[in-house]
């Protein structure tokens, strides 16, 4: 068998066992996994699916497998399985710099102080939790100077991430905030956005239930790159 040859069944499409892969029930060739061919002839017309000639017990070739030709395919479905991890690496490698705009997630600045350090409050229907059900706050500051003249601190800047459970929320969140007058402040929403888990990026299997970070491929349209967002 050459490298190139297809190893699934072409009704079931999973992939044929080592002792169906000598098993080719009809003169014609066709060869099809030995339960497809049980269903074809117990519960369907008993006829195989590329000539249509009768299925006969008489007919069927089947070859038992040599324990070369056994070490020879368990090396080979290795070889390709660590071929598809290793592309699978690759492929997902360049994804470590990209942002993927998420539809369910609202970013918020200009909070007034007094609100900005309680996740609490903001969840309530007072607030944010008026447009739709939450699935989680977070608050993230950062100095945005450092300390002057050794003695004043610095600005602190606030962001606050809502995760909607409902994307049409999150929209209707943003609608309503985005440019809105708290307290005698102007707040600005938009969409926010998030990286691809660690894990996911090394082909392995998360561990953290509460993990908020990409397990999948984003969209190509909401996927940009951290100098994309850098430069707006």
């Known amino acids: 068998m050459s490298d190139e040859e297809d190893f699934d069944c ?3 499409m999973e992939e044929l066992d ?8 009809c003169p014609c060739g066709y060869q099809i996994c030995r339960f497809c061919w049980h269903h074809i002839k117990e519960n369907l017309n008993g006829r195989c699916p590329a000539c249509r000639r009768a299925y006969s017990e008489e007919t069927v070739e089947f070859i038992p ?10 090396h080979e479905k290795k070889q390709r399985e660590r ?4 592309s699978e690496a690759m492929n997902r490698k360049h994804l ?6 998420q539809k369910s997630l609202v970013y918020v600045i200009g909070l007034p102080a007094k609100l900005a350090c309680d996740e609490h409050t903001l969840r309530q229907h007072e607030y ?9 706050v977070v608050i993230h500051r950062r100095n945005t100077s450092t300390y002057t003249n050794g003695s004043s601190p610095g600005l602190v800047s606030v ?16 609608a309503a905030i ?13 969409y926010g956005t998030t990286k691809y888990c660690t894990n996911y990026l090394r082909s392995m299997s998360c561990q953290n239930p509460g993990c908020m970070y990409l397990h999948e491929p984003g969209e190509d349209a909401d996927s940009f790159t951290k100098e994309d967002l850098a430069v707006g």
Do not use: H
């Not at 470590?96 to 705009?101: D, E, G, K, P, S």
């Open 178 to 190: 985005d440019g809105s007058n708290w307290d005698g402040k102007t707040l600005r929403a938009s």
């Open 65 to 74: 497998i040599s324990a070369d030709e056994l070490a020879m395919m368990k």
């Open 96 to 101: 470590a710099n990209m942002r993927v705009v």
């Open 128 to 136: 944010f939790g008026q447009y739709g059900k939450i699935a989680k």
């Open 83 to 86: 071929e598809k991890k290793e």
């Open 18 to 25: 080592i002792s169906d892969r000598n098993f080719r029930p």
């Open 159 to 174: 962001g606050v991430y809502i995760t909607y459970v409902r994307k049409e929320d999150a929209a209707k969140a943003i």
């Open 10 to 12: 072409p009704l079931c």
